[in-house]
């Protein structure tokens, strides 16, 4: 008998008769072991369309398996690749974990196979390959094959079949404790394969496993960089839909895009440790290659690095700034996230933002579709990102779409802080703000508050007639106490509320009563309530301690407590905000001469103290601090996760705050 013969004898041994579909497989089989190609490619089809059923397959694989491998040991066959796939495919190859029902039946004749191994060393690379693939099947039973995958990947001169190998491995790694094994061999892959497909696969599957080990970081990069210029990361042709049900792993991998890039250079981002000049290095690279998902990952992993380490980001802000004129739509959207989650730093690219900004001439209304200079929020509409950051960076030059936005859209979220934000500068707006006070209808309180923080902001002498009728809370105060003088009408209300109980209320009224009238006494009288951190909060003392320092020397006579206070046992915070009021009252230096410890101890109390030592101009004391904070990569207020762009700035006033002080010292 022939071994053309043998596979069609097998095919009639079978009773197909008691199977479901079992006659027209048959007649399938017997058109494949006939040697049509163009038969053979309309029964592979045909196959692959009666084998799924659910997450089973049906009973007929069992008995078409040998007679599939039969045909695939024909050396004369063109199509032994696709049989052989197709023979993977039925046993479950892109499906390890189901080991049940007919498909477990299926593994186990596909695993009882003795020439299966032995076309790992076929003379067709495509056959290799697809060995590579289908052995995945019967990974489960055959404890051995790890072993086995990793010796051939070694002797496999085909870089298409190496990388066959080296994601059947890992996948076969994971039975057992083979995971550290494979990750360790996946390190040495990685590092040590002459094909970039082949380097680029291990470090993704690498990266995919819990705690990767060491790696050597500049091939890395220079993997993940020709990788990205090479266009290796393009988004996986979509599985066929006749075999899909069959390959449930490959339909999900064709869903996603960029399968592990951005792992990798987090990685290698992570091995550079806090060296940000290295981590800006690669990133500017990426970001100058002639490939989009290079740009869009670079930008993304961009914002992560500002947000954790200080640099010298101009390169890269401006680099960015040049990309919200790129063709691709995502990487504009990502140059502009970038500059959005960073604040003050992206401020050298404020012209290319407004640049892009495009200019609105019909009547902005939220509800009619996406407007760039506003977005739709969950609650309503929000300020868009270029006018957010603008806006942000307090530039003049987004005042007008302001003015617009206020007219023509005057719940969008964020608007009314943004205007605030600009003070005085924006008094032009005054008269908008004030007409949509008086236009406004009851109930829409949030709204009103907006308005009101606002008009105090921009004009405080015309926002005292819209605060007469506001009732006394904390928020009224703040503001009756912006507004100064203007507001004097009010003073009654406020000395009411001096006394009313609850420390929040009290402390803005004794704030709003010395900006209002100007009565220090009584300002004095409450703060002295509340300075001593051991019978309040610490938020309280040093709300009050603050308070002090603003009397200043009106409220002199408060030094000696104040500096008993410090002297004994309190909060980091309650002692810096002693340091300056003491400094503000009776301009001791002293105390701010203390603070080192404070400094070491409370990082996130460096900005207030830097401030006073530049106030109190001791460079000579402060300069070993400012020294070694501009040394510092990590940013002050860094945490695990980002940090948002008002904390970003945060830190970077601290550090022009440490070079002003190294200025002073000369």
């Known amino acids: 008998m022939t071994e053309t013969e043998a596979p069609l004898a097998a095919a009639h041994d079978a009773d197909w008769s008691s199977l479901e579909h079992g006659p027209a497989v048959r007649r399938l089989l017997s058109g494949l072991a006939g040697g049509d190609a163009a038969a053979g490619s309309t029964a592979i089809g045909q196959l692959y369309r009666l084998a799924p059923d659910g997450a089973d397959v049906r009973p007929w694989v069992v008995a078409a398996l040998p007679v599939l491998l039969g045909l695939v040991a024909d050396p004369a066959r063109p199509d032994r690749e696709r049989l052989l796939r197709l023979a993977g495919d039925l046993a479950g190859a892109d499906r390890t974990w189901q080991m049940s029902g007919q498909t477990l039946r299926a593994k186990r004749v596909l695993a009882g196979y003795a020439g299966l191994t032995g076309l790992l060393t076929d003379t067709d690379p495509r056959v290799r390959e697809a060995a590579a693939y289908t052995v995945r099947a019967v990974a489960r039973l055959t404890p051995a094959l790890p072993g086995l995958l990793r010796q051939r990947y070694v002797d496999e001169p085909d870089p298409a079949v190496r990388v066959t190998l080296l994601c059947s491995s890992v996948l076969t790694g994971a039975v057992g404790s083979g995971y550290q094994p494979t990750k360790r061999w996946l390190a040495w892959v990685a590092d040590s394969d002459a094909d970039l497909r082949v380097r680029i696969t291990a470090l993704t599957e690498l990266m995919a496993l819990a705690d990767p080990p060491p790696f050597d970081v500049e091939t890395a990069r220079d993997t993940v960089l020709a990788a ?7 988004e996986p042709e979509p599985v066929d839909d006749v075999i899909a049900p069959l390959r449930s792993g490959q339909r999900m991998a064709a869903r996603q895009w960029t399968p592990g890039y951005p792992q990798v250079v987090s990685a290698v981002r992570a091995a550079y440790r806090n060296d940000v000049d290295a981590q800006l290095d690669l990133l500017e690279r990426m970001l100058d290659l002639d490939a989009r998902d290079a740009r869009h990952d670079g930008l993304h992993q961009a914002l992560a690095l500002a947000q954790r380490l200080r640099g010298r980001y101009t390169a890269l802000v401006t680099r960015a700034a040049a990309l919200l004129h790129d063709t691709d739509p995502q990487v504009r959207a990502a140059a502009l996230r970038l500059l959005h989650g960073i604040g003050e730093l992206a401020r050298p690219a404020a012209d290319a933002v407004w640049a892009a900004l495009p200019r609105v001439q019909r009547r ?247 401030r006073l030592w530049v106030e109190t101009g001791d460079a000579r004391y402060a300069g070993r601090y400012a020294r070694a904070e501009l040394g510092t990569a990590l940013r002050h207020n860094g945490g695990r996760h980002g940090l948002p762009a008002p904390e970003i700035d945060r830190d970077e006033r601290l550090l022009a705050r440490c070079r002003e002080l190294l200025a002073q010292a000369g």
Request: hydrophobic fraction near 45%; avoid cysteine.
């Open 364 to 610: 902005i209304r939220p509800h009619d579709g996406p407007v760039t200079w506003i977005a739709e929020g969950t609650p309503g509409p929000v300020l868009g990102p270029a006018v957010h950051l603008l806006s942000a960076l307090r530039d003049e030059r987004v005042l007008p779409v302001l003015h617009r936005l206020l007219d023509e859209a005057p719940d969008t979220a964020g608007l009314h802080q943004r205007i605030a934000g600009y003070g005085v500068r924006a008094h032009g707006l005054s008269r908008t703000l004030r007409r949509r006070l008086r236009a406004l209808p009851a109930g829409h309180e949030a709204q009103r508050a907006g308005l009101l923080h606002a008009l105090t902001a921009v004009a405080p002498d015309e926002a005292a007639d819209h605060l007469v009728r506001e009732p006394i809370d904390v928020t009224t105060l703040r503001l009756l106490a912006r507004a100064g003088r203007a507001a004097a009408g009010r003073a009654p209300a406020i000395r009411a509320a001096l006394t009313g109980g609850d420390p929040d209320l009290e402390l803005a009224a004794a704030d709003a009563i010395w900006q209002v009238a100007g009565d220090a006494e009584a300002a004095a009288a409450v703060y002295d309530r509340y300075f001593d951190p051991r019978y309040t909060g610490v938020e309280h003392a040093v709300a009050a301690i603050d308070g002090l320092g603003r009397l200043g020397v009106r409220v002199a006579g408060r030094s000696r407590h104040l500096a008993a206070r410090m002297r004994g046992r309190t909060d980091a915070a309650v002692v810096v905000a002693i340091a300056g009021a003491l400094w503000r009252i009776t301009a001791d230096r002293n105390a701010a001469r203390t603070l080192g410890p404070v400094w070491e101890s409370a990082p996130r109390l460096r900005p207030r103290i830097a």
């Open 228 to 234: 990205y210029r090479e266009g290796l990361n393009r």
